[in-house]
């Protein structure tokens, strides 16, 4: 197993992924080089820098509080892969 | 005797009576038809992007300045990503390290200041529907968006919450504050209220929080108050048996009266908290938060000591009063019309809730205005009509409406003084009820009482009883 | 019609040619829709640039436009001219994909705001072109249903993750197009289709129904003919958007107003540590030598810069778009819209399930690193550390943009490779990006125009300005292109067989 510090397999649990161990293996495998660029940026001294919060600075974005023109009740179910009346429909929640 | 001493926080969530929901122009409206105010926002559709509404910023800052805390001068918005099917975008837009307030307090009724830890703002997810019943014997679920994306605000209180009780009132005078300053319509049964808290117990004296559980589920603030209690005992019981308490969330099952293990299968989620980069932070400046306090009402606190000082009620009516805007505000116009707060006060309290709750409305939704109930109240004084009419008319009035004077005529409930007419009736009475005669010769008051009320049934409540006494005075002497 | 592998419509218009052909009633939209729909029609067997065509919709708004024409009405900037638009923005009541089989019949209820302002200039949408899926790619080869070819030689790859852009102006099908670029995703694949690409300045142009995979990178722009194209294109779609909270509010030029056609006291920055890396290529750094000295033959003065962190530009990206799209993408999860697969009956294993079957495997592979970049206890050291270290780059052309008005570098390490070539190798296919990445992390606006050819491959060059400079781009991008017409003229190649 490729020597990177992802633990894949509790990362696609967390992503909501179900990974093959083919995938996972493969994956290990190809991450290890972006990992070499990756840890290169360990090296760098960035104590003093501040994180981009954003990459161009705004502030303040806000809109008034008034009702706006929605989707009709068909329009949104329209997409709806499996529906029940006005309702979305999936699978039950517990296992 | 307990040796152990409970200690309680208390995390509620308020949503927002803003006109559109928080990050997208929707309505905000409860109880809907299901999937019919949303948008591709508030579905999580691809592309949609959200854009912050001012109105629910204001709300928060309102509160927060309301609550004596501090407002920070930049905050910002985070994801909260977790799966589940009522999450349109799978991550809660909500703030973690810079939220909008910090500190404040919630006094209680007692004088006794809870601290709080933070308010901050984020989004409400949709609803999901078990079908087939609960959870855990449902065979689907069903997901209405309309609730997804409206504006929430989270108070997270300190652990200095000492007791079950002490839990209700902080809640009663949190609802206060909220429903004065008008940012939400604090309603539990529906939703716009929700509570969740946090329990551990300890000995009495010790400093060390013992190990906490978290419970959720309770729908009023009775059902808080006895989930709290039961927990409490549960946790002393183990405690006392020098068992492990274990840190996990339970639920609160009214209809049993106990808590369960709502432990799932699931590791603690990890959230991966991070900026959310369609939104940028917030500056607020002196100038608006300034404006936004000049706008705050008088709080209830305040309110309710102005009813003592300027009214001269009671402390007890006071408080009762000022459990929610809506009611105090009532009050006023009433008693401002009347020019007798008390009594405005006494049937308010009596005869005006008892009518209320026989109709299941409140203040808001009563046809009654308060100045017809001031209308009212002078026509009792005014010996136009008896107490035990006013009775009838005042529910007449709560449950439909109408003008006092209107009522009375249509239900033909005038005040009889008219000596010639009771006497009459006393006559009558007295002629059918010798025994009870005899028995006030010989020395029985009741048996007056006894005859009065008969005279008083005879006129269906409407005779003027000072004139019956006196004429019963007149005639037996 | 193809020499060598050559694709194109021989004498294909520029957007603005047919623009001015239809104001002097010389033709309709029509027709020009009806024209621009064969050729693409031809073309598509061998290119393959098209996920959806919509031939309804165009000739629709083609007799419209042709109807208020005829009634002396006012039509908008682009009336009449065949657009493409990739297939990440939503076009109403359109099947909108993304690329992905997640996505394969979702139908947008709404457009994008850069689709509306298409229509509102009247522009003709003829089709959503093919991409790389969720625009994780540089080739096209990871768009879920089929690799697009390059017009110049259909062994070869167009580019991603704009790649069905690229393709379908490349051939000259039609003249303009949307693309949108995360870490190079216009550039690249114009440089390889030998056309125009503009990635404008982060805010510049709204993100409104553009299916987003890293919020503070993507940008939607510009894939023409020519840079008067780009620059017309560019204004109808730019503005701020109460709808986009990251959009910015700054007026929009007549863009067409900067081009220029000398560079007289233009001061072009020479980036040190991109040179070092193409002179590793002899081909390669021999084209863009001519380049630069095409650009002092128009009157520019060169200024040496240094982006010292560019090297780490790599690293930096793959830290924060896989971790932004990690959470952009759990949203497709099979219960609101999109692809489901049930698993073992409860929602969590159908998420997982829909999601294993719905996204290919470049796509789980960001979404696995970014949700590890995030995770607690590794996100200081990843995401954190990785915004930090944009912080040094945006600094770095602070500090270049200091000396120079505008810097001058290569696009791409090569020209366009054959299909198949690196889509093995992941993070073969991630230096690709290796000179657009750094533009894009800066939020700077960066475009690429045709420099020439390397063994009969398009090559571009790039140019990029500071932010908000939009305008002195495409200036200095036109009289280059007007100087060398290195995409009119014909390779050595296709000229012997001519």
Redesign the interface.
């Known amino acids: 197993m490729a020597d990177v510090?992802?633990d894949?397999a509790y990362?696609?649990r967390?992503?909501?992924?179900?990974?093959t161990e083919e995938?996972s293996t493969?994956?290990a495998a190809?991450?290890e080089?972006?990992f070499g660029?990756?840890r290169?940026?360990?090296a760098?001294d960035?104590d003093r820098?501040?994180?981009?919060?954003?990459?161009?600075p705004?502030?303040?974005?806000?809109?008034?509080?008034?009702?706006?023109?929605?989707?009709?009740?068909e329009?949104?179910?329209?997409?709806?892969?499996?529906r029940?009346?006005?309702?979305?429909?999936?699978?039950?929640?517990?296992? | 005797m307990s040796t152990f001493e409970s200690v309680i926080g208390l995390e509620v969530h308020v949503e927002l009576s803003t006109r559109s929901k928080m990050f997208c122009g929707c309505r905000n409206q409860f109880g809907a038809e299901p999937n019919t105010h949303v948008c591709p926002v508030c579905l999580g559709m691809p592309g949609s992007l959200p854009v912050i509404n001012r109105r629910a910023v204001e709300y928060l800052c309102k509160t927060g300045m309301a609550l004596g805390c501090d407002v920070a001068p930049h905050s910002k918005f985070d994801r909260k990503n977790y799966f589940y099917p009522d999450m349109p975008k799978n991550y809660q837009i909500s703030q973690y390290d810079m939220p909008l307030t910090s500190g404040g307090a919630v006094t209680l009724s007692s004088g006794k200041r809870v601290r709080l830890n933070r308010i901050h703002l984020e989004e409400d997810t949709g609803k999901n529907i078990h079908e087939g019943g609960r959870m855990t014997e449902a065979a689907a679920t069903l997901v209405d968006f309309n609730r997804a994306g409206v504006p929430l605000m989270e108070i997270v209180s300190e652990p200095e919450i000492a007791t079950p009780q002490e839990a209700e009132e902080y809640l009663g005078a949190l609802k206060a504050v909220l429903s004065f300053i008008g940012v939400s319509d604090v309603k539990m049964h529906e939703g716009s209220l929700r509570c969740d808290a946090n329990v551990s117990v300890r000995p009495v004296g010790a400093s060390e929080l013992g190990t906490k559980t978290e419970i959720k589920n309770m729908n009023s603030f009775k059902a808080v108050g006895a989930a709290l209690a039961s927990e409490i005992a549960r946790q002393i019981a183990l405690a006392q048996d020098g068992q492990r308490i274990v840190q996990e969330t339970r639920g609160w099952d009214d209809a049993r009266g106990t808590t369960y293990s709502m432990r799932s299968k699931e590791q603690a989620h990890d959230y991966r908290y991070f900026p959310d980069p369609d939104l940028v932070p917030l500056s607020l400046d002196a100038a608006t938060l300034a404006a936004w306090k000049s706008e705050l009402p008088e709080l209830p606190a305040q309110r309710r000591e102005r009813f003592v000082s300027q009214y001269g009620l009671p402390d007890y009516d006071a408080g009762v009063l000022t459990e929610n805007r809506a009611d105090a505000d009532y009050f006023e116009a009433a008693a401002s019309a009347s020019g007798d707060p008390k009594r405005v006060s006494n049937w308010l309290m009596g005869d005006v809730r008892k009518a209320l709750e026989t109709h299941d409305l409140t203040l808001t939704t009563t046809k009654m205005r308060p100045e017809q109930l001031a209308a009212l109240i002078r026509m009792v004084a005014a010996g136009e009509i008896t107490g035990k009419s006013a009775k009838t008319v005042c529910d007449t009035m709560v449950a439909e409406g109408g003008d006092p004077q209107a009522i009375v005529a249509a239900q033909g409930l005038g005040q009889v003084s008219d000596a010639s007419v009771i006497g009459g009736i006393v006559d009558r009475v007295l002629s059918a009820n010798q025994d009870s005669v005899a028995a006030y010769r010989s020395g029985k008051s009741k048996a007056l009482e006894f005859i009065v009320g008969q005279v008083m049934r005879e006129s269906r409540g409407k005779a003027n009883v000072d004139v019956v006494k006196a004429l019963l005075k007149e005639r037996l002497g | 019609m193809s020499d060598n592998g050559k694709l194109t419509v021989p004498g294909a218009p520029t957007g603005h040619a047919l623009r001015d052909a239809i104001a002097a009633k010389q033709r309709t939209a029509e027709e020009i829709t009806r024209d621009a729909l064969s050729a693409i029609e031809r073309l598509e067997p061998q290119l393959r640039a098209y996920i959806t065509m919509l031939p309804d919709r165009a000739i629709a708004k083609a007799r419209d436009v042709d109807r208020r024409i005829a009634r002396g009405e006012q039509v908008g900037s682009l009336a009449g001219i065949p657009t493409a638009v990739k297939d990440i923005f939503c076009v109403r009541d359109a099947v909108t994909t993304a690329g992905s089989k997640i996505l394969e019949r979702f139908v947008a209820p709404y457009s994008a705001t850069v689709v509306e302002k298409l229509d509102a200039a009247d522009a003709i949408i003829v089709g959503k072109t093919n991409m790389d899926e969720f625009a994780m790619g540089s080739s096209c080869e990871n768009s879920a249903f089929f690799p697009t070819h390059n017009p110049w030689d259909t062994t070869r790859v167009p580019g991603g993750s704009s790649g069905g852009s690229a393709s379908t102006v490349g051939s000259g099908a039609v003249a303009l197009a949307l693309g949108t670029d995360t870490g190079g995703s216009i550039r690249e694949p114009a440089s390889f289709c030998n056309i125009v690409g503009v990635k404008p300045t982060y805010g510049r142009v709204s993100r409104y129904g553009m299916i987003a995979f890293a919020s503070s990178l993507d940008q939607a722009g510009p894939m023409t003919t020519d840079v008067r194209d780009a620059a017309d294109l560019l204004e109808a779609i730019a503005g701020w958007d109460p709808m986009d909270s990251t959009s910015v509010d700054v007026p929009v030029p007549r863009y067409a107003d900067a081009l220029r056609t000398d560079l007289s006291s233009v001061r072009l920055g020479i980036v040190r540590e991109f040179e070092e890396s193409i002179a590793g290529d002899a081909a390669m750094a021999q084209l863009y030598k001519a380049a630069y000295a095409d650009l002092a033959a128009l009157g520019a003065t060169f200024v040496d810069v240094s982006l010292p962190h560019a090297k780490y530009g790599l690293a930096t990206y793959y830290l924060i778009a896989p971790a932004e799209c990690s959470s952009n993408l759990a949203r497709y999860d099979g219960v609101r819209y999109g692809l489901r697969k049930n698993g073992s009956g409860d929602v969590f294993s159908m998420f997982e399930q829909t999601r294993a079957a719905g996204f290919g495997p470049e796509v789980k592979r960001r979404i696995i690193l970014g949700t590890y970049a995030l995770c607690s206890g590794y996100y200081d050291a990843y995401y954190v550390r990785a915004q930090k270290v944009r912080t040094l780059m945006k600094q770095d052309f602070d500090a270049a943009f200091a000396a120079c008005d505008a810097i001058a570098c290569p696009a791409v390490s090569c020209p366009p490779f054959p299909l198949g070539a690196k889509s093995q190798d992941p993070v073969a296919m991630y230096l690709m990006d290796y000179f657009t990445i750094p533009m894009s992390l800066a939020g700077i606006p960066a475009l690429s125009v045709p420099a020439g050819y390397v063994n009969d491959l398009p090559v571009g060059l790039q140019i990029c300005a500071p932010i908000f400079e939009e305008a002195r781009m495409l200036g200095i991008a036109h009289a280059y292109e007007q100087a060398t017409q290195h995409a009119r003229r014909r390779t050595p190649a296709a000229a012997a067989t001519a």
Do not use: H, M
Not at chain 1, 49 to 56: D, E, G, I, K, N
Not at chain 1, 58 to 73: F, G, M, T
Not at chain 1, 75 to 82: F, M
Not at chain 1, 84 to 95: D, M, N, S
């Open positions: 510090p992802i894949i990362t696609a967390l992503a909501r992924i179900a990974l995938e493969r994956f190809q991450f080089r972006l660029f990756i290169e940026l360990q760098l960035v820098v501040s994180p981009t919060a954003q990459v161009v705004l502030a303040n974005v806000l809109r008034d509080d008034e009702e706006k023109p929605c989707l009709s009740q329009a949104a179910l329209a997409n709806a892969p499996e029940e009346g006005p309702y979305f429909k999936a699978p039950r929640i517990l296992e």
